[in-house]
């Protein structure tokens, strides 16, 4: 991450000149003038977004990034937010960033989170980051706690009004509305974009939505299931991180050729009919086999969720081919509960049910037969499952949904499920590829990272589609040579930078399992 020199707008120009930083004249002169002048403009009458600006700061250009504005303020009553607006060159477009798992901060790198303006306001692009209404660390829920108005802010309020303030500060800065708005998120900002084409059709141009949390209790729930359902009377793990590598160097030696190519990849998972059973121990407890409590728990993760006479209470489960994810997600290396485990208890103490059960509540009191039940009053607030796109379509919008085949965070089957029934809900697959693609990404996993060619220029290909009509019948993928930060990959990508690359395209019907 790259180190700004930050300074308050009444100083620019004089730390400009003692720190000796290259000042272009009139140009950016105005530009700290027109950013201070944010500050003292009244913004509290932004149609149902009433906001405050707290501070605004001209960050003077470095070697590698461009001079901007960073405005920062909140829309009432909580909504914190950071606008980054450059200096020269804006490209007349407006972008919102999407978050990740509770969210709780405006982002950046230096904040520990992965969702960052940088690279946009380096291309020209005005960006809005939210906090979604709250202040909190990524993974903790306990600002929900019988606290409405932050979730509704959660839910869905916070990245509309974030959106309409950004642009009203967007416009009072530069002179003019932008021209075309993007939304780009993943995971929690993947199910931020698909509320967004569904409540708020209006707002974008463009959204991209990866691995969303289309059913957020529903989504909870699973996570439940997968790491409560790996502890025994002790709260010791079952399925232990050591057995991880048998399932899935299994699976692969049963499934990675089903796409004609041996490359450390299934391709589609839904093809491979694997069964840990298979590696159940003829007698006793070895380093090479699993112990038939641990292949009922691999079973159930790759099923998911199911009443205890057998009803399946979601759209599948983890697939072959994710389970080096499981590792540090679902199963600890020290014994204990995955990360998950903790994080997903907080969703149902705090926001996953009404009345909120509250701190004493653990995942063990999941009740599988009647529980699920009750997950409705609360995910009416968070879904973002209604399949009629109709209004989103009919302003122009187009949405780009990705999704890794290896994700067992979020789960693929789940978003091919919404893929499927919108399609049949807007009129068939011809119709719906006019404005809606999935594509499906073989070995990437929650987001990005994993085995496969998973970063993907998703931006470029949205613009092309918005601005030129070039629909996006193909993708290139990459794999870099070292893990890049999930959302911050700069493109076009340095070629030595590149393992391998693919070709991704648009998702397909499904296919028969293999034997």
Not at 37 to 48: E, H, I, K, N, P
Not at 248 to 263: F, P, Q, V, W
Request: hydrophobic residues 35%; proline residues 5%.
């Amino acid at each position: 991450m790259t180190n700004y020199r930050c300074f308050h707008i009444a100083a620019v120009l004089a730390a400009g000149l003692s720190f000796g930083i290259a000042i272009p004249g009139q140009a950016q002169s105005d530009a700290a003038g027109r950013c201070q002048a944010l500050a003292q403009t009244d913004f509290s009458g932004v149609t149902d977004a009433p906001t405050q600006v707290t501070s605004t700061s001209f960050l003077v250009a470095s070697n590698s990034d461009v001079a901007s504005c960073l405005v920062e303020g909140y829309v009432t009553p909580t909504v914190g937010f950071k606008v980054h607006l450059p200096a020269q060159n804006w490209n007349g477009k407006f972008i919102k960033r999407g978050c990740g798992a509770y969210c709780g901060t405006t982002g950046g790198t230096a904040e520990g989170v992965w969702w960052d303006c940088t690279n946009h306001v380096n291309d020209g692009y005005a960006c809005v980051v939210s906090d979604m209404g709250h202040r909190s660390t990524i993974g903790d829920a306990k600002w929900a706690y019988n606290n409405l108005q932050l979730k509704i802010d959660f839910a869905y309020r916070a990245t509309h009004v974030a959106t309409v303030a950004g642009k009203a500060i967007t416009e009072a800065f530069y002179g003019n509305a932008p021209q075309r708005s993007y939304f780009m998120g993943c995971s929690t900002g993947g199910r931020q974009g698909m509320v967004e084409a569904q409540r708020f059709p209006w707002d974008f141009d463009g959204i991209i939505a990866g691995a969303p949390a289309i059913n957020e209790t529903g989504a909870g729930m699973r996570l439940v299931w997968t790491t409560a359902g790996n502890l025994d009377e002790n709260r010791q793990q079952i399925l232990t991180a050591d057995k991880v590598l048998l399932l899935y160097n299994a699976a692969l030696s049963k499934c990675d050729a089903y796409d004609g190519t041996e490359d450390g990849i299934i391709d589609d998972p839904r093809s491979c009919n694997f069964d840990p059973g298979v590696l159940r121990c003829a007698a006793g407890n070895s380093n090479d086999c699993l112990t038939e409590g641990q292949v009922a728990v691999a079973r159930n993760i790759y099923s998911g969720p199911h009443t205890p006479d057998g009803k399946p209470l979601y759209t599948g489960g983890a697939m072959p081919g994710s389970e080096l994810d499981w590792v540090g997600n679902y199963i600890s290396m020290n014994g204990e509960p995955g990360r998950y485990y903790f994080m997903i208890g907080d969703m149902f103490r705090y926001m996953g049910f009404l009345p909120d059960p509250g701190p004493s509540w653990r995942p063990e009191d999941f009740d599988f037969g009647e529980d699920y039940k009750r997950l409705g009053m609360m995910e009416g607030l968070y879904s973002g499952s209604n399949p009629d796109l109709r209004k989103f379509r009919d302003a122009g919008g187009k949405l780009l949904v990705y999704h890794g085949w290896a994700d067992s965070s979020a789960i693929p089957l789940n978003t091919i499920d919404y893929y499927e029934l919108a399609t049949k809900t807007m009129g068939g697959a011809e119709a719906t590829k006019e404005f809606f693609r999935l594509f499906m990404i073989p070995g990437m996993s929650h987001c990005s990272g994993g085995l496969g060619a998973y970063a993907i220029d998703y931006l470029s290909h949205m613009e092309d589609w918005v601005e030129a009509g070039k629909t996006p019948d193909m993708m290139m993928g990459y794999h870099p040579k070292e893990q890049t930060d999930r959302f911050g990959t700069d493109f076009p990508l340095d070629p030595d930078m590149i393992e391998f690359s693919r070709s991704v395209y648009p998702y397909s019907a499904p296919i028969s399992k293999g034997d």
